[in-house]
């Protein structure tokens, strides 16, 4: 029963509304968060700075990791009139493609369970409002929905591309053939040759499964289709090589493709079945509706416009076997893999009952675990010790943050039990209404009051920085190094670790290191600056061969200290340390040097 007309419109209000709520809910109202958001928005803001929307780059140095259509979306939201006062903290526009890719996805799940809906399904239109939510709410869309990387945005286009293509296939005469092929590009221009990888995956699981390889062929059109997409994605990328050359080839496909996917890159060594409990926690707490959907053999050939649930169970096993066998784990990786999920999620509470009575029983039980978790969290909120927040054990039981998720957890779970007899579509919904509850009443408070603890310090040392900065002294910031700093204090920052070899490499980069925007001088320089601004973690400051520098030290931000230090100490003391066989190594190639 395909919902038409004005229900169609006031279901995807509703889903558009939700969606609000879930990912543009206080969006701005943190700062961006360290390690990699900073980088993405920090390179967003300084195509707008510069003028130069072609390299992405920051604090000086070209960034390779990605490719542009994340910094251009984030370009964007700089580039509006006013942003620094409706943005203060310069977060909103580095998130909001991410919340706006998520959303557009739930209305494309929605939109698309409800123009092809089950034939059993007495209820699309709520049908599709729950299969929006399951993707909406699951983990970890809830968290990479409010950060600045392209992992959403990556998710969302292959999401719409893979919806497009078997849209197609469903339906050839309502749905064009090239638009699949277009969304694609746009994925490939947000992460890389991967989007391709996957789509061909999933799409050779498809008919290897449905053993038809002749019908999707002629729908789908795939060498016209991988010419529409070759000629969006590919002219950036001639581009880029033709002005960066060999280091845009050697950093792009050579460290963060060909190397990710080869070997273990910056210690993200996991085992080969990591990403079975990554699948596990991203449904919670709906894990056993997707298990018994995934166990459920679909018919070898349903027709066209009832192979969905197929087409979800290839798409997540793609990106199941794909990430597997990659060397580089890490769980944003899964991120893909979730609007599957989501309608996978959503197959579950139709068809037969059997094993979904166990699933159902598993997740009302699973529901309640989590909230006795929290419920519990006394007990094991105490044994959290973050060195960057000393007191956030503290701060989060006097909170009662985390006794609210218990509630909105205990709730689901007894709406589960009461509404037993009501209908899954019922006992779903209301599940996810009391997971929306908690999202907004428990989560997005969780994460501002870990904003308040981890990123406030930073950004209050930046704004010092500013203010007591001599002219041309150089920034920098030694032992625990934070992006952010970079991106609040929009001046090149140099960072450096905790070791000997870092205090000798600081001193060094201060009179040879040579970026956009900056360049070292020697002291022996007419106008060089006689000292530098250090901000330094409590922990590197009392190691030997910084606790001897005799800085004057202009305030404290949370951990850190704020030091101005004269780099003729600096300097006495890295000759010593060389003296005792302690090189610098700042020249040597580090692909992830910021």
């Given at each position: ?371 006795a978790g929290f419920w519990g969290s006394s007990l094991w909120i105490p044994l959290i010790n973050d060195p960057e927040m000393p007191t956030l054990s503290a701060d989060l ?148 061969h910084w606790s001897r520098l005799e800085p004057q030290i202009l305030g404290e931000f949370g951990i850190y200290q704020l030091w101005r230090l004269d780099r003729r100490r ?25």
């Open positions: 029963m395909e919902v038409r007309g004005r229900q169609r419109q006031w279901v995807l209000a509703l889903v558009l509304f939700l969606g609000v709520l879930v990912c543009l809910w206080r969006l701005g109202a943190t700062g961006v968060t360290d390690e990699t958001p900073p980088l993405f928005a920090a390179a967003g803001r300084g195509m707008v700075d510069s003028g130069d929307w072609l390299t992405p780059r920051v604090n000086g140095l070209p960034r390779y990791d990605k490719p542009p259509l994340i910094y251009w979306l984030m370009a964007l939201g700089y580039a509006l009139p006013g942003s620094s006062l409706w943005d203060p903290l310069g977060s909103w526009a580095a998130r909001s493609p991410s919340a706006l890719s998520s959303i557009v996805m739930m209305l494309a799940l929605a939109d698309t369970l409800l123009r092809w809906p089950r034939r059993d399904d007495q209820r699309p239109a709520w049908t599709a409002v729950a299969g929006a939510l399951s993707f909406a709410l699951s983990p970890l869309v809830l968290v990479w929905s409010r950060t600045a990387v392209s992992d959403a945005l990556l998710c969302a286009l292959l999401g719409l591309s893979l919806l497009f293509q078997w849209r197609r296939f469903a339906d050839p005469q309502q749905s064009r053939w090239w638009t699949a092929w277009v969304l694609l590009g746009l994925a490939v221009l947000a992460k890389g040759p991967v989007a391709i990888v996957l789509s061909g995956l999933t799409l050779i699981l498809f008919c290897g499964l449905r053993r038809d390889f002749q019908t999707p062929w002629r729908r789908l059109r795939p060498l016209p289709g991988l010419l529409i997409t070759a000629l969006i994605s590919l002219p950036w990328y001639v581009a880029e090589l033709l002005v960066e050359g060999q280091p845009f080839w050697d950093s792009f496909f050579g460290y963060h493709n060909l190397q990710r996917f080869t070997s273990v890159v910056n210690d993200h060594l996991q085992p080969w079945w990591f990403f079975g409990p990554v699948m596990l926690i991203a449904a919670l707490p709906f894990t056993p509706l997707l298990l018994v959907s995934i166990a459920e053999q679909p018919r070898l050939r349903p027709e066209p416009d009832q192979s969905l649930q197929q087409f979800a169970w290839c798409w997540l096993m793609a990106v199941l076997l794909l990430f597997t066998s990659a060397a580089t784990k890490l769980p944003s990786y899964w991120l893909p893999a979730t609007p599957a999920a989501a309608l996978l999620i959503t197959a579950a509470i139709h068809g037969r009952q059997g094993g979904r009575t166990i699933a159902w029983a598993a997740t009302a039980l699973l529901t309640l675990v989590l909230a039981l006097a909170s009662g943050f985390v006794l609210r998720a218990g509630a909105w957890f205990s709730l689901a779970g007894l709406l589960c039990c009461l509404l037993w007899r009501r209908g899954a579509l019922i006992r779903l919904l209301t599940m996810q209404a009391s997971l929306l509850l908690f999202h907004l009443n428990a989560l997005v408070p969780i994460a501002e009051l870990g904003d308040q603890l981890r990123q406030m310090p930073v950004r209050d040392a930046a704004v010092q920085m500013g203010l007591q900065r001599q002219s041309g002294e150089p920034l920098a910031m030694v032992g625990a190094m934070k992006p952010s700093l970079h991106f609040h204090t929009r001046e090149v920052v140099v960072y450096e670790g905790r070791s000997e070899g870092a205090l000798v490499n600081l001193s060094d980069r201060l009179a040879h290191e040579r970026r956009r925007g900056w360049q070292g001088r020697p002291l022996s320089d007419d106008g060089a600056s006689e000292t530098v601004l250090v901000l330094i973690d409590g922990g590197t400051a009392l190691q030997d600096l300097e006495a003391r890295a000759g010593d340390l060389r003296s005792e066989g302690v090189d610098p190594d700042w020249r040597d190639p580090r692909p992830e040097r910021f």
